[in-house]
């Protein structure tokens, strides 16, 4: 299964990656973003969609489940109770609260209406986002 790589000694922090994400879901606010660590340099922070996701396994309603068949961590926000347990629960610090009210959680959903795959990986201008085989 595909998942996004992404090597830090490329980023430059241009933000191209959370651009394209707005912009690929026209949406007031992005699924992802750059911090800057410890050390001063450019941090991109994105959904892993992780084997054993924390974020689905404390969610009580069903909302954020995982796919079996591409193994993507997805949120289903009609089954949303706004509790904030995933967020909470997340040990990447990746999913967050939709400040501007279109959903209730932002996280990344690899871009699945997209036919050339995520935005991020498309646009940026480093080459620092990628696709890449994961283990499972």
Same mark, same amino acid.
């Given at each position: 299964?595909? /998942?996004?790589?992404? #090597?830090?000694?490329?980023?430059? $922090?241009?933000?191209?990656? !959370?651009?394209?994400?707005?912009?690929?879901?026209?949406?007031? #606010?992005? /699924?992802?973003? !750059? !911090?800057? #660590?410890?050390?001063?340099?450019?941090?991109? !922070?994105?959904?892993?969609?992780?084997? /054993?996701?924390?974020?689905? &396994?404390?969610?009580?309603?069903?909302?954020?489940?995982?796919?079996?068949?591409? $193994?993507?961590?997805?949120?289903?926000?009609?089954?949303?109770?706004?509790?904030?347990?995933?967020?909470?629960?997340?040990? &990447?610090?990746?999913?967050?609260?939709?400040?501007? $009210?279109?959903?209730?959680?932002?996280?990344? #959903?690899?871009?699945?209406?997209?036919?050339?795959?995520?935005?991020?990986?498309?646009?940026?201008?480093? $080459?620092?986002?990628?696709?890449?085989?994961?283990?499972?």
């Amino acid at each position: 299964m595909k /998942r996004i790589a992404i #090597d830090r000694t490329k980023c430059i $922090g241009c933000l191209t990656c !959370v651009s394209a994400c707005i912009v690929s879901h026209d949406a007031p #606010d992005s /699924r992802n973003r !750059v !911090v800057i #660590d410890s050390l001063n340099k450019a941090a991109p !922070v994105f959904c892993r969609h992780c084997s /054993r996701p924390e974020c689905v &396994y404390t969610c009580m309603t069903g909302a954020m489940s995982r796919d079996g068949a591409t $193994g993507f961590s997805t949120h289903n926000p009609g089954k949303c109770a706004k509790c904030c347990m995933c967020i909470m629960a997340c040990p &990447y610090g990746v999913l967050k609260q939709d400040r501007m $009210g279109g959903e209730l959680i932002m996280k990344c #959903d690899m871009c699945l209406k997209r036919i050339n795959g995520p935005a991020c990986v498309e646009k940026c201008p480093m $080459g620092a986002i990628a696709l890449a085989e994961a283990e499972e």
